[in-house]
């Protein structure tokens, strides 16, 4: 069986932990080329590692970039056409939920300001420059490659919720990535690219441990899951490849929510 993404190539921001890491794994299994990008360069590299063990026909590279500075991701795009002839995929992942990050009253404006230049302006940027990378992507019919490609944003769930345990400049830029994504969404569908948002719920990666450090803040949040467990980042993946791949061919624009139930829920069961 081919892979899903065989004779594409793949960008992944934040690809040296939790979401980023599983999903350019499974791309990479899928056949995608990987330039896996991170302001952490060592786990990026780390990355690529485990790619070039595991799937030794994949050409897979680690890329230090800051999401937050527009230079960078121009030059992780370049480094993705220059390494690999095309950009099919980019995954606009990297985002930070800041521990100083409260309601209205408590969160600093220079905490503000952190999380939208990252999360908001990172993806924004990284919209743009895949776009302008895959209107010159090669067509090949033999291989599978038409003109286009798939962006995908990731989201929250907290941009579709509430909640009393607030953060709330993460809770605006998460709002931000959905709108932002509906519109690209709508103004570059005539042109083959798709774009979509993914919502994953909470998981158990070091972004949402770090800030849950105790039982009791991981409690207050367990009781509201419906199937009583954070997710894993890998279950995530599998939804970022659906979006990636042509299986989701007829699906830009959307919301799309891998958060075990959350955002359906009224009661959970006992
Ligand atoms: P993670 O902390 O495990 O990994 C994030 C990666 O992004 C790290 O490798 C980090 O070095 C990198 N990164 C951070 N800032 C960067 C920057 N400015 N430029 C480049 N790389 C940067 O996080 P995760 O849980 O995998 O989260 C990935 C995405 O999923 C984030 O956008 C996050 O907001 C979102 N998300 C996570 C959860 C969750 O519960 N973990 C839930 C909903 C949404």
Not at 236 to 246: I, N, Q, R, T, W
Request: proline share 4%; net charge negative.
């Amino acid at each position: 069986m081919p892979g899903r993404l065989q004779h594409r190539a793949a960008l992944v921001t934040g690809a040296g932990s939790g979401i980023g890491l599983e999903t350019s794994l499974l791309f990479a299994q899928e056949g995608a080329n990987v330039l896996l990008v991170d302001v952490n360069l060592a786990a990026a590299e780390k990355a690529a590692s485990i790619i070039a063990e595991r799937f030794p026909g994949i050409k897979a590279a680690a890329f230090k970039a800051d999401v937050a500075k527009e230079q960078d991701i121009k030059a992780a795009v370049d480094k993705t056409v220059e390494l690999f002839g095309r950009l099919d995929v980019m995954f606009n992942n990297a985002g930070i939920m800041h521990p100083e990050d409260d309601n209205a009253l408590n969160t600093e404006e220079r905490i503000w300001d952190l999380t939208m230049q990252i999360n908001v302006k990172g993806v924004w940027w990284g919209c743009k420059y895949a776009i302008l990378a895959m209107r010159n992507n090669p067509i090949d019919e033999a291989k599978g490659l038409h003109a286009g490609g798939s962006i995908v944003n990731t989201a929250s769930f907290v941009a579709v919720m509430g909640a009393a345990t607030p953060q709330l400049a993460y809770t605006a830029s998460k709002g931000a990535v959905l709108a932002m994504t509906r519109e690209l969404a709508m103004v570059h569908a005539r042109e083959g690219i798709r774009i979509n948002a993914i919502c994953p719920g909470p998981l158990k990666t070091p972004l949402l441990m770090d800030f849950l450090n105790t039982q009791e803040k991981r409690d207050r949040r367990l009781v509201h899951l419906p199937m009583g467990r954070f997710g894993e980042a890998v279950e995530v993946a599998k939804g970022a490849l659906f979006l990636a791949s042509d299986d989701s061919s007829y699906v830009t624009g959307t919301d799309f929510m891998v958060d075990g139930g959350l955002s359906s829920c009224y009661v959970t069961p006992l």
